[in-house]
């Protein structure tokens, strides 16, 4: 009775664990299903997106001014989610924080790159100060 089509019954435990670990970290990367408990999973993907848009406007040449547009792009889709009140406002609060650290991180990541795509173009070796020989 401990076997079924072959498998003992250890292993076909260890495959369920491993369906259910599978299953969770779907959920944890793309949020709960509708009518699941409702507490806030898409607020981890709300926060790396932020992130992630955060370096691509500090990598771009922006201004800071273009970080208040994208945090009212991002406040009114976290606030269409439906979630409770409390889970919208802490999502809010760090998909801003990490918006603008991710463009900090960005406008770092710009200039650092800048200085050796420069470097690189320099030449590399100076050209003689003395005036050519004559030659015959």
């Known amino acids: ?5 072959g498998l003992g019954l ?16 779907v959920l944890f990367l ?15 993907l709300f926060v790396i997106a932020g992130t992630l848009a955060g370096v691509l406007l500090g ?10 547009p994208a945090f009212l792009i991002a406040a009114c889709a976290i606030i269409v989610t ?5 889970v919208i406002a802490l999502t809010i609060l760090a998909t801003a924080a990490l918006l603008q650290i991710g ?4 406008c770092i990541a710009r200039v650092h790159a800048h ?3 420069h470097a690189r173009k320099a030449p590399r070796h100076r050209l003689s100060k003395s005036k050519p020989g004559i030659s015959l």
Request: hydrophobic share 40%; no cysteine; aromatic share 6%.
């Open 1 to 5: 009775m401990l076997r079924r089509n």
């Open 10 to 25: 250890a292993t076909s435990l260890t495959k369920l664990w491993w369906e259910q670990k599978k299953r969770r970290r």
């Open 30 to 44: 793309v949020g709960e299903p509708e009518g699941a408990s409702g507490k806030g999973g898409n607020a981890m």
């Open 59 to 68: 990598l771009s040449r922006f201004k800071v001014l273009v970080l208040v």
């Open 82 to 86: 439906g979630h409770e009140l409390k």
């Open 103 to 106: 463009y900090i991180v960005g």
């Open 115 to 117: 200085a050796h795509l």
